[in-house]
């Protein structure tokens, strides 16, 4: 129904709304930009997650690639807004997803370490798990006077550098460096069996009035002189949905992916068999897709997630 069509759900009657809306027994949306921006809800998002679930008996979750907080940070923050998920399960964040990977993958040693080039929220999910890593959440730059043969001598000239390292972990980084980008590469290309891992590949976190280089900027530095690329750890990957496949007894044929991101939030319901709803309170709107028809089209449209309260 509606397959990649864009429909404008506010195009239709409400009794057909009603009925597509049946046609789901679980709800996955995205949080910036289609619940919240930042710590600031979006009108109307919280009262349909929570209907949703109150009223309509659907599983809610929450997906977000952001990786500057842990889940139970997120849960947190969407407990404060007033949404009224079970418990954090209903939280899939790439910091847990990284946990969870490198926990169940055999070839992860736990008595090595992690180097982490993004922020202290990996730190502090790995730590939790029982993880040690370093480099998170702090400049590393040249000192006045170094010169990078002197930084590249005392850093890596020791073989246990790299050998004690079983993953790479990488997310945004407001601190990434020269040097962090040069221990990256050391340490992926002289260990093999290192893992490489991200929370996302998003290019570019687009505002009203500013664009920022995102995650993906720094990913792409690191793939190209480490000659390999990373592993995803959050949309589109559908790896993402593994857990919830293996364990919630997810069905992806009644599942709704929502977001406001065509490349990410549509592509990653596409990838995972979802229908997908588009909200325009992000970045795209259907003019947008219009004007660009290389994006991917959602099955279905609405200009804010609100709007889907009456016919909950
Ligand atoms: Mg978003």
């Known amino acids: 129904m509606f397959k990649a069509s864009g429909t404008n759900l506010l195009d239709l009657q409400a009794e057909q709304l009603s009925d597509w809306l049946k046609g789901f027994d679980t709800i996955i949306s995205d949080g910036d930009g289609t619940i919240w921006f930042d710590d600031t809800p979006i009108e109307g998002a919280v009262e349909v997650l929570n209907a949703l679930q109150s009223r309509a008996g659907k599983k809610v979750y929450l997906i977000t690639n952001n990786g ?3 889940r139970h940070e997120l849960f947190q923050r969407a407990e404060k807004l007033g949404i009224q998920i079970p418990n954090e399960m209903h939280i899939i ?6 946990v969870d990977y490198l926990k169940q993958h055999k070839t992860f040693d736990r008595t090595k ?18 993880i040690e890593s370093f480099g998170a959440g702090k400049a590393e730059e040249l000192q006045p006077g170094d010169k990078w043969q002197q930084f590249v001598q005392r850093e890596f000239s020791t073989p246990t550098a790299a050998a004690n390292v079983g993953a790479v972990v990488v997310g945004w980084d407001e601190y990434f460096s020269y040097c962090k980008l040069a221990r990256a590469c050391h340490i992926l290309t002289s260990n093999p069996d290192c893992l490489f891992l991200v929370t996302n590949k998003d290019a570019v976190h687009k505002y009203p009035k500013l664009n920022i280089p995102g995650t993906g900027a720094i990913v792409a530095a690191i793939e190209s002189c480490a000659e390999r690329p990373a592993l995803e750890m ?5 790896l993402v949905l593994e857990p919830l496949l293996s364990t919630a007894g997810l069905r992806p044929e009644r599942t709704l992916m929502i977001g406001d991101c065509c490349k990410i939030d549509v592509t990653f319901a596409r990838n995972c068999n979802m229908q997908s709803l588009l909200v325009g309170t992000g970045s795209y709107q259907l003019d947008t897709l219009r004007e660009n028809p290389q994006l991917p089209m959602p099955d279905v449209y609405l200009p804010k997630l609100g709007n889907l309260l009456p016919y909950i």
């Open 234 to 238: 959050g949309k589109p990957n559908p």
């Open 68 to 70: 500057l907080k842990t």
């Open 93 to 98: 964040s790439p910091t847990q997803t990284i």
């Open 113 to 130: 370490r992690v180097y982490v080039v993004g922020n202290a929220a990996i730190a502090r999910e790995l730590s939790e798990a029982g």
